[in-house]
Nanobody, 119 residues
């Protein structure tokens, strides 16, 4: 499976911005759909954002629409999540994932990067 490594998390104040990155191994990154997920302490994992393998189609969790932007650079084998206007409720471990078959088949996962937003 594709190997994924997230980076860019940290501790920020409410209203600040962060950009998460997800580096993928191999030369076939551009053939996979990609997504971001998150899991907060004591809560279940939830979908955050999706981007198709050509980068044309995107979708978002309702609570992050207008604040988060998912993008990808296939030449660099890298996925991004730009997070603006961060809120304490965005605090979670953020994971990137890849899918060969769309939104229902995420099979490769990174180990996550911690995002903490203080109030």
């Amino acid at each position: 499976q594709v190997q994924l490594v997230e980076s860019g998390g940290g501790l920020v104040q409410a209203g600040d911005s962060l950009r998460l990155s997800c580096a993928a191994s191999g030369r076939t990154f551009g053939t996979y759909d990609m997504g971001w997920f998150r899991q907060a302490p004591g809560k279940e994992r939830e979908f955050v954002a999706f981007i198709s393998w050509l980068g044309v189609s995107t979708s978002y969790l309702d609570s992050v629409k207008g604040r988060f932007t998912i993008s990808r650079d296939n030449a660099k084998n890298t996925l991004y999540l730009q997070m603006n206007s961060l809120r304490p409720e965005d605090t979670a471990v953020y994971y990137c994932a890849s899918s060969p078959n769309g939104v229902s088949d995420f099979v490769s996962w990174g180990q996550g990067t911690q995002v903490t937003v203080s109030s």
